[in-house]
């Protein structure tokens, strides 16, 4: 009997740590299962993937298939509806077919890891980035009673750009979080074009990348006093919600 396997699909996913968490994970429970990593040149290459791995039991998702995914699925969660991004898929069989399941975990490890550090004069929040991750932590900060405002490269209505970040805006929104992949190995060098100088003590800069991990943007927002924080216990924390997802 062939092992259950699980995986994570996505683009480029060299960097991710998946793969080593769960099969050390499976060896120390004794689970007789393999995870492996599914890079997609399209999300075309969907359908091959889950007609062609036997025993799939689930899948991770990351960028840039968080919300490309979803027409593809059989059933998405409420949640992840609400959402508006999939990062977790449940794969069941019936009479051999199999049924694909969404939910979004992202949203739970961004929560438990945010609470602890988020403060109450901590009213408004600034978003990079406007991709699948940006939209589980915007559904988080919203139902925490956060004002949120996206800021984009190609900012859309409602949403601010980069170049119009002014020292108001910095100061009026002590929260920022990059959902960006900005600064992630192996481009470590990259970070989001924000004024870092306007940056105060008082500010919190979380970023969800969590490889390296310390990225450029942690780097110039702490030289400003902010407070950081990496995407590791995030990341750990949808992992856990993963596999609670898959053995439901």
Not at 93 to 119: A, H, Q, R, V
Not at 147 to 173: C, K, M, W
Request: glycine fraction near 8%; hydrophobic fraction near 35%; proline fraction near 5%.
């Amino acid at each position: 009997m062939s092992k259950d396997q699980y995986g994570l699909i996505g683009k480029k996913i060299g960097h991710s740590l998946s793969a080593a968490y769960f099969n050390e994970k499976f060896k120390i429970e004794g689970i007789d299962a393999q995870y492996s990593l599914f890079p997609l040149a399209t999300i075309s290459e969907f359908s091959e993937l889950i007609e062609n791995t036997p025993n799939l039991k689930g899948l991770n998702v990351t960028i840039p298939y968080k919300q490309e995914v979803m027409p593809m699925l059989d059933e998405i969660s409420d949640e992840a509806k609400g959402i508006g991004a999939v990062n977790v898929i449940k794969v069941s069989y019936n009479s051999g077919k199999p049924y694909l399941k969404g939910y979004n975990s992202d949203c739970i490890g961004f929560k438990n890891s945010l609470l602890p550090l988020l403060k109450t004069d901590m009213k408004k929040a600034l978003i990079l980035g406007t991709g699948g991750a940006s939209k589980a932590v915007n559904y988080i900060l919203k139902n925490l009673g956060l004002e949120v405002t996206f800021v984009s490269r190609s900012p859309q209505q409602g949403q601010l750009s980069y170049s119009g970040l002014t020292e108001e805006i910095i100061a009026d929104n002590l929260l920022i979080v990059n959902t960006t992949p900005l600064g992630m190995f192996p481009n470590t060098e990259t970070y989001a074009p924000i004024p870092y100088h306007y940056l105060t003590p008082k500010h919190l800069c979380y970023d969800l990348v969590y490889n390296p991990e310390e990225t450029e943007f942690m780097k110039r927002s702490r030289a400003e006093g902010a407070t950081v924080k990496n995407g590791m216990e995030m990341w750990l924390g949808q992992a856990i919600a993963s596999w609670e997802f898959w053995n439901k």
